[in-house]
């Protein structure tokens, strides 16, 4: 019986500490809409021209007036946060406690760290008016797969998904038409729910082009919407 009461407590500290984690958050990131999230691998560096990719696009939403959005890590989300800080607008990180990988770069005007990847993934679904996926690995792909899901199902409002690098995704790609349509595990329109695009102002143009008979911000019943995720 002792072990069971202290494994309850350990369990309501642990959901104390998420409601506090999101609070905070929510409060520290009420000012910095429209955003924008740019996602990315961690492990591609400066010398890798996606680098310099996503440097260009997050300053022109930057200066465009959107707040970049990014994990806060090194790699492809440093690009996004240098571009970002080098623009009009807020360059925003959202750190995650990691073993490995994860160590903040330092071109954040917002910083903050979070302990569990729902709490972050939530706070991107909630702040960003976009995604724009540069290649990247699991965490990528993972941020890709949740924001498709959740537009597929309904759960938030269709906003802007833009994959860029045509090579890279190619196959992935190809691979949902061929296989996951033809089994028809996805619907064929299923594939209109994200674009590929290259050029870093076309990026700008798609995100300002969805949004050209509305605003930026969710209505009250979207934002009704997003407190059933």
């Known amino acids: 019986m002792k072990h069971q009461s202290l494994v309850a407590a350990r369990e309501s500290w642990w959901m ?26 961690a492990r591609l560096k400066a010398d890798n021209p996606f680098y310099a990719t996503t440097e260009i696009i997050a300053r022109k939403l930057s200066d465009a007036g959107f707040s970049v959005l990014s994990g806060g890590g ?10 970002a800080v080098a623009g009009k607008s807020p360059s925003v990180g959202l750190n995650i406690v990691l073993p490995f990988e ?54 938030i409002r269709r906003f802007p998904v833009i994959l860029v690098g045509t090579e890279f995704w190619r196959g992935l790609i190809d691979w949902m038409k061929d296989t996951m349509v033809t089994e028809k595990v996805i619907n064929p329109g299923d594939i209109d729910l994200f674009k590929l695009i290259d050029d870093p102002d076309q990026v700008v143009a798609a995100i300002f082009d969805h949004y050209a008979d509305r605003g930026f911000m969710p209505s009250p019943d979207e934002r009704a919407l997003e407190m059933t995720l």
């Open 74 to 83: 090194p790699g492809l989300m440093e690009a996004a946060n240098k571009g």
């Open 102 to 155: 994860q160590g903040g770069n330092g071109y954040q005007d917002v910083s903050m760290m979070f302990q569990h990847f729902f709490a972050r993934k939530t706070m991107f679904v909630k702040h960003a008016a976009a995604y724009v996926v540069m290649p990247g690995g699991f965490g990528t792909l993972d941020e890709l797969s949740e924001a498709l899901t959740l537009i597929q199902t309904g759960k």
């Open 16 to 41: 104390f500490n998420i409601i506090a984690e999101m609070v905070t958050a929510s409060e520290r990131l009420a000012g910095v809409s429209p955003a924008v999230a740019i996602f990315g691998s």
